[in-house]
Each structure stands twice: as structure tokens, then as C-alpha cells.
């Protein structure tokens, strides 16, 4: 496959070819329950750790800390035997949030991952007989990656009695976690507005922060039936479900920094008068396409 992005030689701060000459697709399955009397609630969330579902399909190890390359995403509802109810269904939209691959972004992970290395090291706790350690991030502190997944450090040295899991976003709390955005913003913090030799401010910065906010991939979908008569939610007369995978241009991907994603799916409730006495129960599947990924280590 071709360089980074088009590029014959890539930046500093993801190096090396993109991997993997084949389009992957990735597909993460939940169950969703309606939820009529709370709209402004998700309805399903959670992380999808992309680089362990790459692994469990291509039967090797696929690390965490890459620049993954997507090119195409999608989402879309479908009913099941065994749920509790799906004669109405429901509309709404699925949310993919990611971390973009910046500088800032990339800097921050490879000055954590360096300190965890070290303290794994000091530790004899990595090494050739620890085959699949890997530096694995969550994406906040109340979503984490499966069981044994998220890493953890000591950030107070190795005399700290107490480890933190490593999160992407959100507050840093000794002894709990410690995030990257946090970690990174403390150590650059920016300088101050520009001011004139009276004190007056000339120029603001233009940013508030180096470590970059996560973006969203919004994916509506739907799976619904038609009332017919505003009084009687029993009386129904077809319906439709749709859903898609958008594609982004050949010469255009997008990048996220990790292998680690937040989704959730918020959905559109019904009136009152027309909500169903049994909540709908449908299966929300999200499905993204690799082109393939890079490494953030250093190597220049």
C-alpha cells in the first residue's frame, strides 16, 4: 500500500507504510431498548476498542497505539427473535467519537506511552516472555475497555501505591486515572494574550488548548411502522428501515488517534398518546471499513 496519505515520506509523529493491503470491516453489534420517556438520554453507548475486534479477525496483534485509516461508516437497526417487542420501532442516530491525529495528539500519547515503558521496564513486569502487553487506552473514566484492557501507571513513581487507568479524555483523579488531554495541557499550558506596553490585550489566542477536542461521525438510521389512528398505538400500517454506509473520498481519509472509540445511540421517542406499553427492543450494528493503520512511534 502506498505511504502516509499520499505522501512519500510521512511525519515525525506517525511513522511508517499504512499496513494491511485489504479493506477491513469492523462491526460492533448492541442490543437497544427504547426508551419513550427520556429522549434526552442515550439509549445505548459504550467503546469499541477497533484494534482488538482487527486482531480477533486477522489472527495477529494489532496495537492500540496506531493512526487508523477509515474510509467508510454506517449504522443501522434491525429486529430479532427474543426481544421484547418491535412492532413500532423507532428512528435515531448513531455517534461515532474519535480523537484526530495531531501534533498535539500524537506528542501526548508518545510522551505517556515513553513513561509507561519505562516503569514497565523498571519493573520487569515487559519483556520477550510478556507476549501481549500493550499500551491500551480508554476513553474516559467511566468507559474503559474490556476486562484487563486498560493500562495503568503510576504516575507518582513506582513507589506509588496506587496505579491509574490511562483514559483519552476527561478529568485526571490520583490514584483513578489520568488522561491524556489532561496530562498533555498541564505540562504545555498556553501562553498568555499578547498585550500592548499599557497592559491592554492586543491579540487572544486563537486556541484554548493544544491536546485537540474528540470529533463525531453522526450515522442516522431507522426501523419504524406507521400508526394509524392517533387513539388506537395497536393499529399500524407498514413501515421502513433504512440505513448506510457512507464512504469518504479515495484521496481523502479520515485518521484517529488509538484504536479506541466512544459511541452512543439516542433515539427519537414517540408522542405520549402513542408510545407503545412495551418498549420496542431492536439490535443497533455499526459498522466501520480500515484501509489500514500507522504507528505513532517516534522515529526521526
Request: with cysteine; glycine share 10%; charged share 20%.
Given at each position: 500500500?502506498?505511504?502516509?496519505?499520499?505522501?512519500?515520506?510521512?511525519?515525525?509523529?506517525?511513522?511508517?507504510?499504512?499496513?494491511?493491503?485489504?479493506?477491513?470491516?469492523?462491526?460492533t453489534?448492541?442490543?437497544?431498548?427504547?426508551?419513550?420517556?427520556?429522549?434526552?438520554?442515550?439509549?445505548?453507548?459504550?467503546?469499541?476498542?477497533?484494534?482488538?475486534?482487527?486482531?480477533?479477525?486477522?489472527?495477529?496483534?494489532?496495537?492500540?497505539?496506531?493512526?487508523?485509516?477509515?474510509?467508510?461508516?454506517?449504522?443501522?437497526?434491525?429486529?430479532?427473535?427474543?426481544?421484547?417487542?418491535?412492532?413500532?420501532?423507532?428512528?435515531?442516530?448513531?455517534?461515532?467519537?474519535?480523537?484526530?491525529?495531531?501534533?498535539?495528539?500524537?506528542?501526548?500519547?508518545q510522551s505517556?506511552?515513553?513513561?509507561?515503558?519505562?516503569?514497565?521496564?523498571?519493573?520487569?513486569?515487559?519483556?520477550?516472555?510478556?507476549?501481549?502487553?500493550?499500551f491500551?487506552?480508554?476513553w474516559?473514566?467511566?468507559?474503559?475497555?474490556?476486562?484487563?484492557?486498560?493500562?495503568?501507571?503510576?504516575?507518582?513513581?513506582?513507589?506509588?501505591?496506587?496505579?491509574?487507568?490511562?483514559?483519552?479524555?476527561?478529568?485526571?483523579?490520583?490514584?483513578?486515572?489520568?488522561?491524556?488531554?489532561?496530562?498533555?495541557?498541564?505540562?504545555?499550558?498556553?501562553?498568555?494574550?499578547?498585550?500592548?506596553?499599557?497592559?491592554?490585550?492586543?491579540?487572544?489566542?486563537?486556541?484554548?488548548?493544544?491536546?485537540?477536542?474528540?470529533?463525531?461521525?453522526?450515522?442516522?438510521?431507522?426501523?419504524?411502522?406507521?400508526?394509524?389512528?392517533?387513539?388506537?398505538p395497536?393499529?399500524?400500517?407498514?413501515?421502513?428501515?433504512?440505513?448506510?454506509?457512507?464512504?469518504?473520498?479515495?484521496?481523502?481519509?479520515?485518521?484517529?488517534?488509538?484504536?479506541?472509540?466512544?459511541?452512543?445511540?439516542?433515539?427519537?421517542?414517540?408522542?405520549?398518546?402513542?408510545a407503545?406499553?412495551?418498549?420496542?427492543?431492536?439490535?443497533?450494528?455499526?459498522?466501520?471499513?480500515?484501509?489500514?493503520w500507522?504507528?505513532?512511534?517516534?522515529?526521526?
Open positions: 500500500m502506498g505511504g502516509y496519505g499520499g505522501i512519500n515520506k510521512p511525519p515525525c509523529y506517525s511513522l511508517g507504510l499504512w499496513v494491511d493491503p485489504k479493506t477491513t470491516f469492523v462491526q453489534t448492541v442490543e437497544v431498548l427504547q426508551a419513550a420517556d427520556s429522549p434526552e438520554d442515550n439509549w445505548a453507548a459504550g467503546v469499541i476498542q477497533v484494534d482488538k475486534i482487527l486482531s480477533e479477525e486477522l489472527g495477529r496483534t494489532v496495537r492500540n497505539g496506531n493512526s487508523f485509516r477509515l474510509v467508510g461508516f454506517g449504522a443501522n437497526l434491525k429486529g430479532f427473535g427474543g426481544s421484547s417487542d418491535q412492532d413500532v420501532g423507532f428512528a435515531g442516530t448513531a455517534v461515532i467519537q474519535y480523537t484526530p491525529v495531531t501534533k498535539n495528539s500524537v506528542g501526548a500519547w505517556l506511552h515513553k513513561q509507561w515503558m519505562k516503569q514497565k521496564q523498571l519493573s520487569s513486569g515487559v519483556g520477550k516472555y510478556v507476549r501481549y502487553d500493550d491500551e487506552l480508554g474516559e473514566a467511566s468507559n474503559l475497555l474490556g476486562p484487563g484492557r486498560t493500562s495503568q501507571i503510576r504516575m507518582g513513581g513506582l513507589n506509588d501505591a496506587t496505579q491509574e487507568n490511562v483514559v483519552i479524555y476527561g478529568n485526571s483523579t490520583d490514584g483513578a486515572t489520568v488522561s491524556l488531554k489532561d496530562y498533555y495541557d498541564n505540562l504545555n499550558p498556553i501562553p498568555a494574550a499578547s498585550e500592548d506596553p499599557f497592559g491592554a490585550i492586543i491579540k487572544e489566542p486563537k486556541f484554548l488548548n493544544k491536546f485537540p477536542d474528540f470529533k463525531q461521525l453522526i450515522m442516522p438510521t431507522s426501523f419504524t411502522a406507521v400508526t394509524i389512528a392517533e387513539d388506537d395497536d393499529t399500524y400500517a407498514g413501515g421502513m428501515a433504512n440505513g448506510d454506509i457512507s464512504w469518504l473520498p479515495s484521496d481523502n481519509h479520515l485518521s484517529h488517534l488509538t484504536g479506541t472509540l466512544y459511541y452512543y445511540f439516542k433515539g427519537v421517542a414517540p408522542a405520549p398518546l402513542l407503545p406499553v412495551i418498549p420496542d427492543e431492536l439490535k443497533l450494528t455499526i459498522t466501520l471499513v480500515y484501509e489500514g500507522a504507528p505513532l512511534n517516534k522515529n526521526c
